[in-house]
Every structure is written in structure tokens, then in C-alpha cells.
């Protein structure tokens, strides 16, 4: 039975960089009742944002026009895909002037923005329409009071006030869902803290040093692995983290969301990819 | 004579133009690799690394590639069933007419014993391989008109190729119709294949042709049925065995007709002359023209496809990745199928950049593989490359089989390498005192400084900041000043400090900061504000006004070939070759 139908937003980056968060969003999402529409979609507007405020807007925007033109919520796995399109949207909603501007550049392809367009994200999603008692019932795998570390992700979380993602100071979903696979969510200080991706390549040194950081207090906090539901952070704590490894301590696994719900509902591993990341962490009981 | 030689000099030209651009696909530097190496080192490689893909298991792979993506071009139809129609009916349009027309002499006159140009069924097939090529011809011009992308971007080498083949083309057609009408063209053949110089035993066959074979002569002939008869017995006597009747000529054949007003005036001007040296040095020209320009993807996408298919062991060879990146960008043909596929493709509405665009990306990095870049243009290309988020949507598309994911990476590396960095690397070449002089100077020599857009533009309203206390919350939550272990020195300044400069509108000053360029946009300081600034879009837009208004001047910049590979890699967070 189908829940409701989404309109997918990949991001960019998935389908060459990260292939089985694509894989086990899709699986995942179908095994819990939620279809996932697919059509070509541009660039969330995210990365151009740094140099042009008006190229993320039209970016942004343009994906907005064509879910309102399907009539379809939109759903993306990725945090910063998240936060600029929810960006998009807020300063489409809040400023006439610009809005009027984007729409006539959206006009020539026939597109247009309209207010009523709904951002989801994956963990959204789950939590407002799948629910955790529709979870539960499919848990075949319970992770064994498996020491997690929740990695909130900044971009969905704040500002808070755009995002609308959970309360921003003290969230609580991803240690909720986190928990629903039969893992222990640890608390640990930074979780709200940024993994340091955005200055990837940009500023090698501090990218570096608060991933490090951050992965030294999950670890102390008593983590096994840490889990992300965001494209760019798990690219950071999995392939900038096995190029880099850290000099103090081991390297920390990092895990997609999906692949550890995945993995506690029984799903096989072909479609979670977990040998594709690459640090390995492999499931105790599988 | 002159006709004898000339296609040989074309001949000539076409092979000769082919190894320049080997020789070109060997001598090109696109990326980081083996850059020592010497065109006739890669050259040997390339040829021993191909030779032992041929004998070995690949080449079940390479002939498979042969048949699927060359032959068959499934590579297209797997795109679009419209544009395999019509690349296919104009590739074996003109590859059947070069065969059973244009070398008809070497080929078919060879297997055919009773073979004529003017006999059915190969008048009748010219015409239909022409009318193949017609529609295909206008299929393609008018697929380059009706998409947006395509049309804006159609370049020169776009429309000479069709331009070439419509000449062709169109001169074909005219031609065979004014043979048809041509009474001098009947002359000779009488003269040739006959021999009577008798005026009156040619009137009868000259009325049989004039009826049945559409031939204008100027004095009237004879129609009546006795003449036709005669006319006819002498016409399956001497002309029966080489000539059909033109009417399955279904192109030439109306347009013949069409002409008969002013045969005469034409039969006169030997029009048929005229049209058959344009037709023919046309031809010629595109035979030399092959290796130039866009025809060359006859020859560069099947090999580009075969080389590919011969695997990694060709590929992953150092001095091979260079040769394999100059062949790729020699196989693009400019179809724009990866510009309409573009993830940053609509960033163009925006930006004004054609370098955005994979397709025009694509000749960009080949000119400055062969240093035709100047700086300015080298700063174009730098930001298309930067704004690309190598999403592999071109390279899943394209017809061609390029892999431009690979190209991207390893021109931005050459990019890097000759100091054409994106903003957040060029920003460092100077102090924030260095940038804010700059403006000065830019303000004083009357540079545009307003944003004319809508949009947000906190910097610009002092509302924005009348509310900061300067309580150090922003400094005190930032992840980046936590990781400095001395702030001053690497930042510059902290947030607060930034903010403090905003409220004292000293906005120019902030801009070239190291703290607003390494921001790492967690928005803690504008979460956990308590007088409601937003800081992080303050420094967002502090860095889009400096991409606006700051210059990176590269031109002191070091685009040669002698300074690539002495950057440091670590240098910054901007490593040559990255995957991320």
C-alpha cells in the first residue's frame, strides 16, 4: 500500500559519489510505503550560493516549479539539498519583488513557482507520514543496543527558522529514529556540530580539524559508528576520512541512516551498499 | 586534368589532416599525468597499449562497439529515437552515396558488368539515397533551431558541416535534372555512341527522347507517331542498354520538367557544366575538409568509441590519459545533448557564462590545452568549472561516449595548476587590507557597486545590525574559531568582530576577511543570536558581493606549461586532482 508519492531530489552527488544512499533511500522508502517519483531535476543551488545569491535562487527555484508542475511533495536525502531548497522557498514566499524575477526567468521554460510546494526530508518524512509504529512492525534485525552517534547535520537544522527541520537547539528525531532500529542513540556534546564538508577543498586544514574533532568526542562518548542521513556529511566522515585518516585514535565508521534502518529491517545488502563504504562496518548478527 | 587531380589533392589533404590531428590527440596536455612525456613516448604507448587490447579478449569487445555504437549507433537512439533517425539517415545517405555514386568508377562499375550511372536501379536509388540525406539535413537544422540551448550555441563548424552537405546535396539534384533537359549533352552522346553526322536520321531518336526522356532541344522536332517509332528502334539500339527512363529519378525528374520554359537559355549557358564543377570540387572540398572542424567526428567518435572499449589497461596508463582526453574532446560533435541534461545548466539565467555549459566547456579546455586562452577567457572557464557539480549527467548522455566527468577533473587540476583558482582560493592571494584598497581604488576609478537585483541585501540595510550588542555569542559558538588556536592570525577577525565592522559600515573592509571566506555556513551564529542578526547570511552575502565587485586578477598568473606541477598540492585545501 502506498502512503504517499514523493518527488525525489537526489542531488547531485549521489548517483557518481554516493550510489547506495540512492539504492537504500529507494528500497527502504518502497518497503515502507512511500513511492518515489523520479524526472530530471537541476542542481538544489547549494554549492553556487557561496557566489551568487540570485543563481541559487533560480536553481532552487526552478526544482520548486517542477514538483509544483507534477502536483508532488518533494523528498531528497541530503541535508544541504534540504536547507537551499527550504532557502529557496522561504525567500520566494517572503520577497515580491524577487520572486517576480525569478518567475520570469522561470517562464521561459513555461515554469513557475508557486507557494504550496512541500519540502520533505528523508527523516521528515519518516517521522510526520510514515510514523515509528508502521517502523516498528518491520524491524526483523533489532541492532542490539548498538552505540550509535546521530550526526544532526547543520543545513536541515538551521536556521531553524527556514528549515522548520526540528527544534534547532535541541532536536530530538534522529535519536528517535536511531533508537526505532533497536540501536542506542549515545549523547555526546557536538552532535549538533558541523562535519566540516562545506570547507572541503576550500580550506583543507579546518575541514579537517572539525571533523576530527567531532569524531573524537563520538567516540568518546562511547559511539561505534556514527550515522548521517546527509549526502555531504557522509562523504566527509567516509571518503574524506579513509584518505585522511585521523592521526589520534581508530578511523570511526560512518553509516548512512538508511543502511542501518535497512539493515534492522532485514533488507539485503546489495541494495545498502554497505561494502561500498569505505570504512567497513559490518552488522554483528548478519 | 584539373579533374583528374583534384580529388587526389583532396585525398591528399583529408590523410594528411588526419595525422595532424593524432599527432595533435598526442601532443595535447589535458590533466595532471605523466607530463614529460613526449608526443612520440605517448604515441608509442597509445599504439602498443591498442595493439595489445586487439589481440587480446578485448577485441570481442572492440568489435561489439564496432557494430552496437558505430554501425548501429545505439548510443544515439538510446538518447532519442527522433535524432537516430536522423543521424542514421544521414550517415548512410552519404556513406551509400560516396560508395555507389561518388566512387561508383571504383567500385560498382567493378561488380556490375552492365553497370550506368543512368541505368534503374541506380538512378532510382541516388535519388532515394538523396531524399534520405534531404530530410535528414533539415531534421538537423531544425533540431538545432527548436531547442533554446542548441539554438543559442550553434556554432560556425555547426553550420558549415550541414551547409557542405546541402551544397552537395542540392547541386546533385540540379544537376541531374539540367543533364536530363541538356540537348549539348545529347549531342555529345550521339556524337560518342553513334557516330552519324546525319541530321536527319538523328531527328526520329531526337523526338522519341524529347517525349520520353524529358530532352528540351530548340528546333522543334518532330512528334509524330511514325518518328517515335523509328525513334524508338534506334534508341533500344544504341541507347536502350545504358539510359532508363528518368522518371524514377523522383528528385531530378519534376524539377527537369519544371524547367522547360527556360531549357533552352540553359541548354545554352551548359548550366550542366556549371553544376557539375560546383558539384564536384564541393564534394572534393568535403573531403578535405574532413579532418577540419566538426567532420571530423567521422573518423574521431569511432575511434574515441573503440579505444574505450579496448578497457582500463589502455585507459589507466598514465601517458594515455592525456592522448585519451584529447581524443574525447575531438569526438564531440556539438550536439548540445549534454548542455540540455546540465544540472547548473538553468545557473546560466543567473550567471552569463557559457563555460557553464558542458558543451562549450568542452572547446573551452581544448583551447587552453593548446594555450589559446587568454586570461580573461581563462577566468570564465575557471568559474564554469567551478560552479559544475560533477553530477555525470553529460557524461551518462553523451552520444559520443566522452567521458567528460574525467575531462572536468583533470582540466580544473590544470586550472589550479596554472593559478586559476575558484573565489575561495583566489581571495587568499591578497590581505583584507590589500582587497579593501582594492575597492577604494575601484570606487574611485567610478566601478558599479549596487546590486540591482532583488532580493535580500542585509549588508546594505543598517537595520540589520542596530540591534548587535557586541556580546561575543556568535565568536563564542563558531566551530571555525574554536578549531584556531589563534584567531587573529588565521581569521583575521571573528564573527562578532565582522558584524562590529558592518555596524560601522565599513562593509568594504570585511569583504576580503578570512573569516567570512571560511565560514563553514553552520548557522550556529545566527541560530544562537540573541538579538536576532542574521550573521551567516551576512557573511554569505559579504562573499557574494566580493565575487562581485573584487578582481582576481591571475594575469601575473602562471599559465605555462614549465610551472605545472610545482603547486603544492596540500596548499589551501586545493588539490590538483581530487574525487572527493
Not at chain 1, 146 to 155: D, E, I, R, S
Not at chain 2, 227 to 235: I, K, M, R, V, Y
Request: charged share 20%; aromatic share 8%.
Amino acid at each position: 500500500m502506498t502512503l504517499q508519492t514523493y518527488l525525489y531530489f537526489p542531488g547531485c552527488r549521489i548517483q557518481r559519489f554516493l550510489p547506495q544512499y540512492g539504492t537504500s533511500t529507494r528500497t527502504v522508502m518502497a518497503a515502507l510505503g512511500i513511492a518515489l517519483d523520479t524526472t530530471e531535476l537541476n542542481c538544489c543551488g547549494y554549492p553556487v550560493r557561496h557566489e551568487n545569491f540570485h543563481a541559487g535562487m533560480v536553481a532552487g527555484a526552478r526544482n520548486l516549479a517542477i514538483a509544483a508542475a507534477k502536483g508532488l511533495p518533494l523528498m531528497t536525502p541530503c541535508k544541504c539539498c534540504y536547507g537551499s531548497l527550504k532557502h529557496t522557498d522561504f525567500w520566494m514566499r517572503r520577497d515580491g519583488r524577487l520572486r517576480r524575477h525569478v518567475n520570469t526567468l522561470l517562464a521561459a521554460e513555461g515554469l513557475y513557482w508557486t507557494e504550496d510546494i512541500v519540502i520533505h526530508h528523508l527523516l521528515t518524512v519518516l517521522d510526520e507520514v510514515v510514523g515509528a509504529d508502521r517502523v516498528k512492525s518491520r524491524i526483523v534485525h533489532p541492532l542490539n543496543q548498538l552505540p550509535v552517534a546521530a550526526h544532526y547535520g547543520c543545513h536541515a537544522l538551521r536556521p531553524g527558522n527556514v528549515t522548520r527541520f526540528d527544534n534547532p537547539l535541541s532536536p530530538t528525531i534522529f535519536e528517535r529514529w536511531v533508537a526505532l532500529t533497536g540501536a542506542k542513540a549515545v549523547d555526546w556534546s557536538l552532535r549538533l556540530e558541523c562535519c566540516g564538508h562545506p570547507l572541503w577543498r576550500k580550506n583543507n586544514r579546518i575541514s579537517l580539524s572539525l571533523m576530527n574533532t567531532k569524531l573524537a568526542d563520538a567516540r568518546q562518548a562511547g559511539a561505534r559508528l556514527v550515522t548521517t542521513a546527509c549526502t555531504y556529511c557522509q562523504l566527509q566522515f567516509d571518503t574524506v576520512q579513509a584518505d585522511h585518516p585521523p592521526q589520534r585514535g581508530p578511523a570511526v565508521p560512518a553509516v548512512l541512516y538508511t543502511q542501518l534502518l535497512g539493515t534492522a529491517m532485514g533488507l539485503p545488502d546489495e541494495v545498502l551498499g554497505l561494502k561500498k563504504n569505505r570504512i567497513e562496518w559490518r552488522p554483528e548478527r548478519l | 586534368m584539373l579533374m583528374t587531380y583534384t580529388p587526389y589533392v583532396a585525398l591528399l589533404f583529408c590523410v594528411a589532416g588526419i595525422f595532424w590531428r593524432v599527432w595533435r590527440w598526442c601532443s595535447t596536455m589535458i590533466g595532471p599525468e605523466a607530463i614529460d612525456s613526449s608526443p612520440w613516448h605517448r604515441l608509442g604507448v597509445m599504439v602498443r597499449a591498442v595493439g595489445a587490447a586487439v589481440f587480446s579478449r578485448k577485441l570481442w569487445a572492440i568489435c561489439r562497439t564496432l557494430i552496437v555504437d558505430v554501425l548501429a549507433q545505439w548510443p544515439i537512439a538510446r538518447q532519442s529515437k527522433v535524432r537516430w533517425l536522423m543521424h542514421v539517415g544521414l550517415f548512410y545517405g552519404v556513406l551509400l552515396l560516396v560508395l555507389l555514386h561518388a566512387l561508383d568508377d571504383l567500385i560498382l562499375a567493378d561488380w556490375m558488368t552492365d553497370y550506368a550511372s543512368t541505368l534503374n536501379p541506380y538512378m532510382a536509388l541516388r535519388n532515394v539515397l538523396g531524399f534520405l540525406m534531404a530530410v535528414a539535413l533539415v531534421a538537423a537544422w531544425a533540431g538545432r533551431r527548436r531547442n533554446p540551448v542548441r539554438k543559442r550555441f550553434t556554432s560556425a563548424s555547426d553550420r558549415w558541416l550541414l551547409a557542405v552537405l546541402a551544397v552537395i546535396l542540392i547541386s546533385g539534384i540540379i544537376l541531374e535534372a539540367s543533364q536530363i533537359i541538356s540537348a549539348p549533352v545529347f549531342d555529345e552522346m550521339v556524337a560518342d555512341y553513334w557516330g552519324s553526322e546525319e541530321a536527319q536520321e538523328i531527328q526520329p531518336l531526337k523526338a522519341f527522347w524529347s517525349r520520353r526522356f524529358a530532352v528540351v532541344f530548340e528546333a522543334p522536332v518532330d512528334g509524330s507517331a511514325e518518328s517515335l517509332a523509328a525513334g524508338e528502334e534506334l534508341h533500344i539500339a544504341y541507347c536502350a542498354d545504358c539510359h532508363s527512363a528518368p522518371r524514377s529519378a523522383f528528385m531530378a525528374y519534376p524539377l527537369a520538367r519544371a524547367a522547360r520554359p527556360v531549357a533552352p537559355l540553359l541548354n545554352r549557358m551548359r548550366v550542366d557544366l556549371a553544376l557539375w564543377y560546383l558539384h564536384f570540387i564541393a564534394a572534393c572540398l568535403a573531403l578535405a575538409l574532413l579532418p577540419f572542424g566538426k567532420f571530423f567526428h567521422l573518423v574521431s567518435v569511432p575511434v574515441s568509441l573503440m579505444v574505450r572499449a579496448g578497457g582500463d589497461a589502455i585507459d589507466t596508463l598514465p601517458e594515455n590519459r592525456s592522448t585519451r582526453r584529447a581524443m574525447g574532446v575531438d569526438a564531440c560533435t556539438h550536439c548540445g545533448l549534454c548542455s540540455q541534461h546540465c544540472s547548473v545548466a538553468p545557473i546560466m539565467t543567473a550567471i552569463e557564462n557559457s563555460s557553464i555549459l558542458p558543451s562549450e566547456k568542452m572547446g573551452m579546455v581544448h583551447r587552453m590545452a593548446r594555450q589559446k586562452l587568454s586570461p580573461a577567457d581563462l577566468r570564465r572557464l575557471s568559474q564554469g568549472s567551478e560552479i559544475c557539480t560533477n553530477c555525470g549527467r553529460c557524461t551518462d548522455v553523451c552520444p559520443s561516449g566522452i567521458d567528460l566527468h574525467d575531462l572536468w577533473l583533470a582540466s580544473e587540476a590544470d586550472l589550479h595548476a596554472s593559478g586559476y583558482r575558484p573565489p575561495h582560493g583566489w581571495i587568499r592571494t591578497r590581505s583584507m587590507a590589500q582587497w579593501a584598497d582594492q575597492i577604494k581604488e575601484d570606487h574611485a576609478a567610478g566601478a558599479e557597486v549596487e546590486e540591482r537585483l532583488p532580493g535580500p541585501k542585509f549588508t546594505e540595510n543598517p537595520d540589520t545590525f542596530w540591534a548587535c550588542v557586541q556580546c561575543t555569542t556568535c565568536t563564542t559558538v563558531c566551530p571555525v574559531v574554536a578549531a584556531s588556536d589563534n584567531p587573529k592570525a588565521d581569521l583575521d577577525m571573528t564573527p562578532q568582530q565582522v558584524m562590529n565592522l558592518m555596524r560601522l559600515e565599513l562593509k568594504e573592509a570585511a569583504m576580503g576577511c578570512r573569516m567570512v571566506w571560511d565560514c563553514v555556513t553552520c548557522y550556529k551564529c545566527q541560530e544562537h543570536c540573541p538579538q536576532g542578526v542574521p550573521v551567516a547570511d551576512v557573511l554569505y552575502e559579504l562573499r557574494n558581493e566580493a565575487c562581485r565587485r573584487l578582481n582576481p586578477d591571475t594575469d601575473q598568473g602562471t599559465h605555462t606549461r614549465a610551472k605545472r606541477g610545482s603547486g603544492n598540492p596540500q596548499e589551501n585545501g586545493t588539490e590538483r586532482f581530487h574525487d572527493d
